[in-house]
């Protein structure tokens, strides 16, 4: 069931073959023939007025042969996780009492992949497609700022609202607070306190311009360079004053939780250490199962290859 569904087999060499020869003979998967617009689902009924995907990634233990001559971020440059992509799409169609976005219950569907970002991207528009993001009135990326995220938003879905995870730009306004801090001196908590002010109407000019006031040079330079990067970059997907008078999340909370409830509570407990093929295989069915679409994979027909 496992290796049909996923495309991934964890189980023998001789299984595997077998699993292989399934799959051909059943030809393409659904996301395979949704962006192939062979297949084309109808929108879902009623049509939600917002659609959103949140886009992440988080690395996953690996056994030494799956991460062998790849560089990482340990002290002897050695990889020791390879980097899942998850995407979590949901609906919202209500604010709270206090103006909020709330998620609609049971709108969430997920999808994970340790291929990479071009092969990912194929099947977040195939999800996208399946949920109706050509229908909706507003759809809406939500990311951390990594660059592969938003060139996957910008090929396969150009007509959807970019926004950076607010708390994501927050983190990196502190750090630059700290890149600073020996200018600042005994007003940086001050200084920080009025960008976060700017940071919330979205004023990314102004967070720049007042961090550039100070005259350095060198490395501390290219340091504040790299740090505002970030913003200058993201300026557009940053306007949260505008977002949110607009009744959208700022915030990509759904898929952060999913990185740890649907693939860290399973795939990164102690002393765990995944093949790629077989810690694939149960983040497909991990996402399945917070999809609501469990009964999909244990009642479809021909779901289980055969023993030898």
Aim: glycine share 10%; with cysteine.
């Amino acid at each position: 069931m496992v290796s049909c569904y996923t495309g991934a087999c964890p189980a023998a060499p001789g299984a595997r073959r077998r699993g292989q020869r399934h799959r051909e003979r059943r030809g393409p998967g659904p996301a395979a023939l949704i962006t192939a617009r062979k297949l084309v689902p109808l929108p879902p009924s009623p049509l939600p007025d917002k659609l959103y995907a949140a886009i992440d990634g988080t690395g996953v233990p690996m056994t030494a042969r799956e991460t062998a001559g790849r560089p990482g971020k340990g002290e002897d440059g050695r990889a020791r996780t390879r980097e899942v992509k998850l995407a979590v799409f949901f609906t919202q169609d209500k604010l709270d009492k206090d103006g909020y976005p709330v998620r609609d219950p049971g709108s969430s569907s997920y999808l994970a992949t340790f291929e990479p970002a071009r092969v990912f991207a194929d099947l977040v528009e195939a999800e996208g497609i399946r949920r109706g993001a050509a229908h909706v009135r507003q759809l809406t990326i939500l990311g951390d700022g990594a660059a592969w995220i938003w060139n996957i938003a910008t090929a396969k879905f150009p007509q959807a609202t970019q926004i950076v995870d607010l708390f994501h730009a927050r983190e990196h306004l502190h750090d630059l607070a700290r890149h600073l801090e020996f200018m600042l001196g005994d007003h940086k908590q001050e200084w920080l306190t009025a960008r976060l002010e700017d940071l919330d109407y979205g004023d990314i000019d102004g967070i720049c311009a007042a961090a550039r006031l100070y005259p350095l040079t060198g490395v501390k330079k290219d340091e504040l360079d790299t740090a505002l990067g970030y913003f200058e970059n993201n300026a557009p997907r940053m306007r949260y004053n505008w977002f949110r008078s607009r009744g959208l999340f700022v915030g990509s909370g759904a898929v952060e939780s999913g990185c740890k409830a649907v693939i860290g509570q399973r795939l990164k407990l102690s002393g765990m250490h995944w093949t790629v093929a077989g810690a694939g295989a149960i983040a497909a069915l991990r996402c399945r199962e917070a999809s609501s679409q469990w009964e999909t994979v244990c009642h479809a027909p021909h779901n289980q290859t055969n023993v030898a």
